[in-house]
């Protein structure tokens, strides 16, 4: 049997469209600080002869929990009861740390859901849209799901892959390369750009890097843009061999924003120790058959660890194995006009350039000028 919609339940197309892009807008706030859990958006709307009244609005908290459909409910309270909740991933139907969001949407009343995805965790899958339709709420789902299949991208990929969202990110000089021979650090691109990268790294749960990045550039992988400083993501470097330097500046920030060491499981323990002692966390991962790090299994127990959004800076070799192993899922580059010189180092070891700009089974999601410097970035379809 149909259920339909009660009258003061219904809204226009557009109107959903506008709501959605508001719990999106929210949602998109707590990206890269509520994992293990995804950022959801979530949204109370009364309609009243005047348009919509937002009730209540809110987003994942920190770390996870609370969710945001309790939150947002709390701040409507009770005229949540025949309001509308519009929610950009499908409410969950299970019981975990929290009760199932799905039976706190049914018990505050809410006529009618609007959710812009279902979940494909295993956990929830359906079930959570099920049962409140089964309690005769108004469900209707796809509103604003292209945009909300990109926010979640991270946890879509953690809960039917079991690793994260792979972005890619390279800055790339005009003709093709990535750094000075030395290897000596170099700013490849302008100031304009180096925003740009800041605010993706706002975004995401972690930054990964290889050793020869960290040897070449003692990077810090921190964001800092003014009101941004807070969102520096967990930093994780790949070091079979345990050679991150004591006196590196990852190594001397490790308090202020944490430091994963991935070394191969045969990596020497007096080494593991020293990090551990400075505040370094070290994990321990199988080697391929090249004698580097099985990139898979990196990337399996950065998921099993709760990482859903990761950004990769480098350096060329791993960025080149990584597109060679099929674990990128997302890729931007930012494009100098000014040529390194023919000494300087491939942007992709041993590969061409095309094999970054050009991937077989991706798509460009967007083309933009950023002073200088332009940015291309490409979504596997």
Not at 73 to 93: F, I, K, N, W
Not at 173 to 185: H, N, T, V, Y
């Amino acid at each position: 049997m149909s259920v339909l919609p009660p009258a003061a339940a219904v809204s226009s197309p557009e109107e959903d469209e506008a709501l959605m892009a508001e719990a999106l807008a929210v949602g998109q706030i707590g990206l890269g600080r509520t994992w293990p859990n995804p950022s959801v958006g979530a949204v109370v709307v009364r309609s009243t002869s005047g348009g919509p009244q937002i009730l209540g609005r809110a987003g994942t908290a920190p770390a996870g929990r609370p969710h945001a459909e309790p939150l947002a409910l709390a701040q409507a309270g009770d005229a949540a009861r025949g309001a509308t909740l519009y929610v950009t991933l499908e409410p969950c139907s299970h019981y975990g740390r929290t009760p199932p969001c799905a039976d706190a949407v049914i018990a505050a009343g809410i006529t009618r859901v609007v959710a812009a995805i279902e979940d494909p965790d295993p956990r929830v899958r359906g079930r959570g849209v099920a049962r409140m339709r089964a309690a005769g709420l108004w469900v209707t789902v796809g509103v604003g799901a292209e945009r909300a299949l990109e926010d979640h991208a991270g946890h879509i990929s953690r809960v039917t892959r079991g690793r994260p969202h792979v972005l890619l990110k390279m800055a790339v000089s005009a003709d093709g390369k990535a750094g000075l021979a030395g290897p000596r650090p170099v700013a490849v691109t302008g100031e304009d750009a180096r925003v740009r990268v800041h605010q993706m790294r706002a975004r995401a749960d972690a930054i990964l890097v290889g050793i020869g990045t960290v040897l070449a550039d003692d990077p810090r992988l921190t964001t800092r843009l003014p009101g941004l400083e807070d969102r520096s993501p967990l930093r994780v470097v790949l070091d079979s061999d345990l050679r991150l330097p004591l006196t590196s500046v990852l190594v001397r920030t490790a308090g202020e924003v944490p430091v994963w060491v991935v070394a191969a499981e045969d990596a020497g323990a007096a080494e593991e120790k020293a990090l551990v002692d400075l505040g370094v966390q070290v994990l321990r991962a199988p080697r391929a058959a090249s004698g580097r790090l099985d990139l898979a299994a990196v990337l399996k127990l950065l998921g099993l660890l709760g990482v859903t959004r990761l950004m990769v800076e480098g350096g060329p070799q791993v960025a080149a194995a990584l597109l060679d192993a099929g674990l990128v899922d997302e890729v931007a580059v930012l494009r100098s006009p000014d040529p390194l010189g023919p000494h300087a180092i491939d942007a992709l070891a041993g590969q061409p350039l095309a094999r970054l700009l050009e991937p077989v089974g991706f798509a460009v999601v967007e083309r933009a000028t950023l002073g200088r410097d332009t940015l291309l970035r490409l979504r596997r379809r």
